[in-house]
Structure formats: C-alpha cells, structure tokens
C-alpha cells in the first residue's frame, strides 16, 4: 500500500475549563463554549482517530496499524510498542485554570492501571497577558509537608508559577505537578496514556453541582517533591531549518520556522513523522500524495516514506518523531 499523508478527524473534549479559542483560533466545528480539547491523534480507548482525507478515508488510525504496522509505524516502533500508537497529540485550551495534577511513570502506570506512563510537552500558541503555568514546587518539599498542606488548603503557597508567551516550550516529566493557566492555548505532544492524578480543582463544580474527583492518596507515592528548573526548554529558532526542542525516549521534536520550501530525506529515520502546524500553512508531500496543512491541523506521515516536502512561504511547525 502506498501510504499517502494521513489527516484525520479531530476529537473535540468539552471540558469544565474549557473555552472557544479552539474555534476562534484554530478554526476547529465546535458549537460548545467549553471545548477544551481537541485530540488530533489517538488510539485511545474509545478515542480512536479516523483518517479525514484521501482513499482511506473513514478508517480508524488502529485499523490502519493493525494491516500496515511497519510501512506505518516503522519496524523499530512495532518492535517496542506492537500495534499500540505510542504518542497522544493534542490542542488545548484552557479558558480557566485546570486542576493542578501529575502522571505516573511507566512503572507505576503499569502496576497500577497497565498503562504506560505520561511524559508530555507543551508548545505555547497562544496566551492572554498575564497568563501562567504551574509547574513544580518553588522548593524542595517533603512528602509530610505536602500532606498538610493539602489538608489546609495551603498547596498553592509550595507552587511555581511561570509566565508564558508564544513559542515558550516546557518539557513535563511524569511526577512533576503541573497545570495549564487560564488563557492559554497550546499544543500537546503526550505518551499515550489518560491517566492523570488531580490533585486539586480550585473547589470548583461541575455542570451537576458536584465537586470533581480527586486522586490525594494516590498521588502521594507518584509526586517528584523537589524542586527543579528542567521544565523550560530552550531551543534555537534558525529559520528553514531543523531547531531540536525535546529528545526523550518517547518521542523527539523539533521547531521548523520555514520561509522557504523544505525537502528532507527520511527514509533512515523507520518511524513515522507528525506535523503540527502552529502557524501559517503549507502544502505537504511524501514520494505518495500531497495535502494540505493549516493552523490547528496535524498530518501524519507513514513511516515508508523516503522524503518529505514541505511547500511554503510561511509556516511554524512542530515535528515529531519515536
């Protein structure tokens, strides 16, 4: 089969906290006010991405892994993963502040849920002044006084707040606390994996009236109580070619800042390749089909391919790689 540049349906998630930047601003069908989410690609259970152009049209991305598995995914990729996608991709915006949680790691993931982990990376699109992250402690914490200060309704006080501005890029280990700040719009590269432990929700209610979940105790054995700055990722941004941003086990991205066309040679590479436009647009190409790719959209390119061309005078892309 030749494997063409896949685009699929995106799979909007209303959320508590969500706004409606994902139409406004990345041009998503939403009709909600409090669309948070938008998953680009997934194979998660029940949130399985069907393919929105060409000849195969209609079929799920895990329909497409369990016949083309290595022209697809690359033999290397099937080797580690089987026939599970490996990566979860996804637009976010955050009209409210999200709850504060973490993510287990492998390990835990595993013993507890048999899941894998969520190591995960953010791309900052879009923020309104004065928008904020939270990521981490401001000091090193000890579990007992992590502890009371749940108990007291005093976590805030033991967070670190960063200030945030486009193209900022922050790099998310499992265990580290973190949430997304009111007015913040961006983009997602994740583990596959849902499994999130909230730890605090600002005592807001749902639609219901009701008080959402929290995971207090099972977080305990989960949080990094130290503190660090390894969370700010800094990256070169030369224009027209490849700037690295993150490479970790799970996956590598890199920034491509193009005024200009760019053709790569990938045929080394036995791993699939995303794109993720982040700004402006271009015409995408691989040795079998072409198509189109704007704002707010994400194209898959199977991993059979040997080149790759991107045809633009303007565009922000994020590349992603196993």
Not at 14 to 32: A, H
Not at 116 to 143: C, H, Q, R
Not at 220 to 246: C, G, P, T, W
Not at 274 to 283: T, Y
Request: aromatic share 8%; with cysteine; net charge negative.
């Amino acid at each position: 089969m030749n494997l063409y540049p896949l685009k699929f349906e995106p799979i909007l998630k209303e959320r508590l906290w969500g706004g409606t930047k994902l139409k406004e601003v990345l041009n998503k069908s939403i009709e909600s006010d409090i669309t948070g989410e938008s998953w680009e690609l997934s194979t998660v259970k029940g949130d399985v991405s069907v393919v929105a152009n060409g000849d195969l049209k209609g079929n799920s991305l895990q329909d497409l892994i369990n016949e083309y598995e290595d022209l697809l995914l690359g033999e290397s990729i099937v080797q580690r993963f089987g026939r599970e996608f490996p990566i979860l991709i996804k637009f976010i915006d955050a009209k409210q502040d999200l709850s504060i949680q973490l993510h287990p790691n492998d390990q835990l993931a595993k013993e507890r849920h048999d899941s894998f982990g969520k190591t995960e990376m953010w791309y900052i699109m879009d923020a309104d002044p004065g928008s904020n992250l939270i990521v981490g402690f401001n000091k090193d914490v000890k579990k007992e006084e992590y502890k009371e200060s749940v108990e007291n309704d005093t976590l805030l006080d033991l967070l670190n707040y960063e200030a945030v501005e486009e193209g900022d890029t922050f790099f998310i280990n499992t265990g580290k606390i973190h949430a997304i700040g009111a007015g913040v719009l961006l983009a997602e590269i994740q583990q596959t994996s849902d499994v999130t432990y909230r730890i605090f929700d600002f005592n807001r209610r749902d639609k219901n009236g009701n008080l959402r979940e929290l995971h207090t105790d099972m977080a305990l054995e989960a949080i990094d109580y130290s503190k660090k700055d390894d969370f700010k990722v800094n990256y070169e941004r030369k224009i027209n070619q490849s700037n690295q941003m993150v490479d970790c086990p799970y996956f590598k991205t890199n920034a491509l800042h193009l005024t200009e066309n760019l053709i790569q040679d990938i045929k080394t590479r036995d791993s699939f390749t995303i794109l993720m436009c982040v700004k402006g647009g271009a015409n995408i190409a691989n040795d079998y089909g072409t198509c189109e790719i704007e704002k707010g959209e994400t194209v898959l390119i199977p991993a059979s391919s040997s080149t790759l061309e991107i045809i633009t005078n303007s565009a922000h892309l994020l590349e992603v790689t196993i």
